[in-house]
């Protein structure tokens, strides 16, 4: 029987130190999914997207993110096995030292003040004092891997952090609003043909991108975890930022950096094309957009409004307090990527921003059904 219950306190032991170690591997390894269907670790960095899966630091498609990952791979390598030494160490001393519930009973003092080792015959494991050798070891040891984390972390700051931009690279100014982002193209048509546009970035593949960010209002975070590091845009400062994109493909991130109530719904979108797709996307997009002759109703609608106080479109505006708005129908998404871009939706925001995103700075219009589907035929067409 008393076996029988040690064996029972055994079993349960063991199960308790089981469970602590998955406790602690699913702190440390998250399942997440990008673009195809395998699983990365994605503990720090991770940055979910409703609708597009989990983009982290671990999955890169660009020469800064490599570079961010292998230092994240190395760091977490050397942290994991710093765990597994120290807690083994620590699951050795349970295990080897333990004690039954009778044993640890049977070792009490007893009452005329004997000692539990005189009265049980249990002895004290050897203590270690002013061991040369091991306090060497746990100083030089922690200093080599400092060290060594070290030199690997500045070498990766220069390959992400550049101060010339690579040869050949895409320049592409980015001013941070709240909440939502501008984009120029100020060099590649040539002089007097800068190409603006909001909220969604496109750029050619295989070559470098060079980004000189910029920031409205408040201080914002442009953040693409796939092709490069994030970093801030700073009122009344320029910071700099270079990714290269490795495929095709549409690339998710976020403000990071807490900017206002409507921070989280400042999302980043970059598609990479082909450089012939990106050639004529560009070239389209410095051409006015022609929208159709039965939409005049709904263009007349526009200007009597005064949306151009603050939209651009065409070119043509009084101020420039919201996103540029002249090929609005070939994007994906509005109001910085919070819903996709369809006729219902664009109704909607038009019909009523504040309710899709509290806090913008585009008020509620007062619009009447018919001058809702007059401007948003309007700017569908805006090709």
């Known amino acids: 029987m008393l076996r029988s ?17 998955v406790l602690a591997a699913l702190i440390v390894i998250v399942p997440g999914a990008h673009a195809g269907s395998r699983t990365e670790i994605c503990a720090p960095g991770v940055l979910p997207q409703s609708g597009a899966g989990v983009t982290g630091i671990f999955g890169a498609d660009s020469p800064p993110s490599e570079s961010i ?6 760091v977490l390598g050397i942290c994991a096995a710093i765990f597994v030494v120290v807690e083994g160490l620590l699951l050795v001393a349970v295990v080897r030292f333990r004690r039954s519930s009778r044993e ?15 009265n049980g015959g249990e002895t004290e494991p050897a203590q270690l004092y002013g061991s040369n050798p091991i306090e060497l070891a746990w100083t030089v040891v922690p200093l080599i891997i400092v060290f060594v984390l070290g030199l690997v972390t500045i070498r990766t700051i220069r390959e992400v952090q550049l101060t010339e931009p690579p040869e050949g690279a895409l320049r592409v100014v980015v001013i941070g609003h709240q909440w939502w982002w501008e ?25 470098p991108v060079w980004l000189e960010l910029e920031s409205a209002d408040v201080v914002h975070s442009w953040w693409v975890p796939r092709l490069a590091g994030k970093t801030d845009l700073v009122p009344a400062r320029t910071n700099l930022l270079w990714f290269k994109a490795q495929r095709p493909g549409v690339f998710l991130g976020q403000c990071a950096e807490y900017c206002g109530t409507q921070h989280a719904n400042m999302l980043l979108r970059v598609s990479a094309v082909d450089p012939e797709l990106f050639a004529a996307w560009l070239e389209h997009q410095a051409t006015p957009a022609v929208a159709d002759s039965s939409v005049d109703a709904g263009r007349n609608l526009f200007l009597a409004l005064a949306c151009m ?6 070119g043509a505006s ?15 998404t509005i109001g910085a ?19 899709i995103k509290p806090g913008c700075n585009m008020p509620s219009l ?18």
């Open 318 to 332: 009084v101020g420039m307090f919201g996103p540029n708005l002249t090929h609005l129908a070939s994007r994906e």
């Open 366 to 383: 007062k619009l009447d059904s018919t001058q809702l589907d007059l401007i948003t035929d309007y700017l569908m067409t805006l090709r």
């Open 104 to 118: 640890t009973r049977g070792g009490r003092s007893s009452a005329g003040g004997e000692s539990a080792a005189s």
């Open 5 to 21: 219950g040690n064996t029972i306190r055994r079993a349960t032991k063991a199960r308790s130190i089981a469970a602590l170690v």
């Open 69 to 74: 990952r292998t230092l994240a791979w190395l």
């Open 183 to 207: 984009y120029r193209y100020p060099d590649e048509l040539g002089p007097g043909r800068e190409v603006v546009t909001a909220n969604e970035l496109v750029v050619p593949t295989g070559r």
């Open 309 to 314: 106080n603050c939209h651009d479109v065409d």
């Open 337 to 355: 990527g919070v819903r996709p871009l369809t006729r219902d939706n664009l109704r909607a925001w038009i019909d009523d921003p504040q309710t």
